[in-house]
């Protein structure tokens, strides 16, 4: 069984940064691709961003440009790497990892979750 654990979340004031990081564990599958996803309160679960294991990316329009995706391979361990925080990032993030090579962009294509981890931006 798949574990994926999210770290780096926190507070954070508007234009800042921060990285989160995911760590997998239990993996026995080879391709995989691993991403990121947020839910606000009230609102549904949204893509951000995704990586696939030879590093192609793709990312949704809302955060192009301000957040980066990266993993490292030798660690199993995805980043997001999220610039020019605004307080609509306000979310809790949630790192997401499948097999194969197609980059989803829908929640429901994911089979593995962690257990997210909460970033607040203060305006």
């Known amino acids: 069984q798949v574990q994926l654990v999210e770290s780096g979340g926190g507070l954070v004031q508007a234009g800042g940064s921060l990285r989160l990081s995911c760590a997998a564990s239990?993996?026995?599958?080879?391709?995989?691709?691993m991403g990121w996803f947020r839910q606000a309160p009230g609102k549904e679960r949204e893509f951000l961003a995704t990586i696939t294991s030879i590093g192609t990316v793709l990312y949704a329009d809302s955060v192009k440009g301000r957040f980066t995706i990266s993993r490292d391979n030798a660690k199993d361990t995805v980043y997001l790497q999220m610039n020019s925080l605004k307080p609509e990032d306000t979310a809790v993030y949630y790192c997401?990892?499948?097999?194969?090579?197609?980059?989803?962009?829908?929640?429901?294509?994911?089979?593995?979750w962690g257990q997210g981890t909460q970033v607040t931006v203060s305006s």
């Open positions: 239990g993996r026995t599958f080879r391709p995989y691709n």
């Open positions: 997401v990892s499948t097999p194969g090579v197609v980059r989803y962009t829908a929640a429901n294509a994911y089979s593995y």
